[in-house]
């Protein structure tokens, strides 16, 4: 929606709230009630004789989840959020405090789908309590913060408050329509990151085997999905495409695309004609995409099974080294 000519900023905002108050309902009422202001000056605004403030427009916007870059801004250019920039294991918790109260609002909404370009294995299946979800909290800390003296994974320890906002995002994940987009690298950057941290030193033989056991055991878990050709998961893949880890998840009342601009950093956009066209575009390369649910047991056991000879590789190199120190 845009402001046309004949239509000022008021009066578009005016009628986008229109669209989420039941007929029944007094225009004048429900501004008053959202605004703490009495009646007459509630008609007022809305007759166009006085104008909301800045901050009545942002509490009006944030009540009924309006999304402002959608409707104030200029064709051609969108207001994006960020999220927060990880530079300490604070900032970790805050990223995901932040990320899971966004999601929030869809936990209790129905019709929610999710979309996942997956260049990296997507991160509702590495967040947890498992031995994986921790390892990859450490990565991320240590590619994001960049220390010269890291500590061991072993002694690396995660805080109770990041497990709350983390039940979050996997509610939102689990209570969506869910269409991933996967293809032959999307689990090369995890594998690498195990093998990497213990050779450096910084990862026991013992916990590396653990990871590539996990990570077989998730392969199969989302195997084990597509085969069951639930209506609420819907794995591609694409042997074209080099995906990027977009997010877009929308229902019936909005939309939010989420675009990765760092490892973990994301701009955030609501604006409407940008999610129809990132909509459009997941659709598009789904068309070009092979399903997974709806392929035979052949071309599905293919794809997986060759992820998993990726990670008997990298077990592989894991025991070349341990023959070459002895």
Request: charged share 20%.
């Amino acid at each position: 929606m845009r402001l046309s000519q004949n239509m000022n900023h008021q009066e578009l905002l005016l009628k986008t709230i229109r669209t989420y108050v039941s007929p029944s309902e007094s225009l004048n009422e429900v501004i008053a009630f959202v605004l703490n202001i009495s009646y007459d000056a509630a008609h007022r605004r809305v007759s166009g004789k006085s104008k909301f403030s800045i901050e009545e427009t942002i509490s009006l916007c944030n009540h009924y989840g309006i999304s402002m870059d959608a409707i104030f801004s200029a064709k051609n250019k969108v207001l994006v959020e960020k999220t927060t920039e990880v530079k300490s294991f604070d900032d970790m918790v805050t990223y995901f405090e932040q990320s899971a109260n966004y999601l929030k609002q869809y936990v209790t909404l129905d019709n929610t789908t999710l979309f996942y370009s997956a260049k990296d294995i997507p991160l509702f299946y590495t967040i947890g309590g498992s031995l994986l979800s921790k390892f990859k909290m450490y990565v991320w800390l240590n590619l994001l913060i960049g220390t010269e003296n890291q500590e061991a994974f072993e002694k690396f320890q995660l805080t109770q408050p990041l497990q709350e906002y983390v039940e979050v995002l996997k509610q939102v994940y689990e209570k969506a329509a869910v269409s991933e987009i996967w293809n032959d690298t999307t689990i090369n950057s995890t594998l690498q990151q195990i093998f990497y941290f213990y050779e450096s030193g910084l990862l026991t033989r013992n916990n590396a085997e653990l990871l590539y056991a996990e990570m077989n055991t998730l392969l199969q878990n989302v195997e084990d999905k597509c085969s069951l050709n639930q209506p609420n998961y819907h794995l591609y893949y694409n042997e074209l495409l080099i995906l990027n880890n977009n997010v877009l998840i929308a229902n019936d009342h909005k939309k939010t695309l989420f675009i990765p601009y760092t490892l973990l950093g994301y701009f955030i956009t609501e604006d409407l004609n940008t999610c129809v066209n990132a909509s459009d575009y997941y659709q598009h390369q789904i068309k070009n995409s092979k399903s997974l649910n709806l392929s035979g047991t052949r071309d599905r056991k293919l794809f997986f099974n060759k992820a998993h000879q990726k990670i008997d590789y990298y077990l592989q190199k894991l025991n070349f080294e341990i023959d070459i120190n002895y």
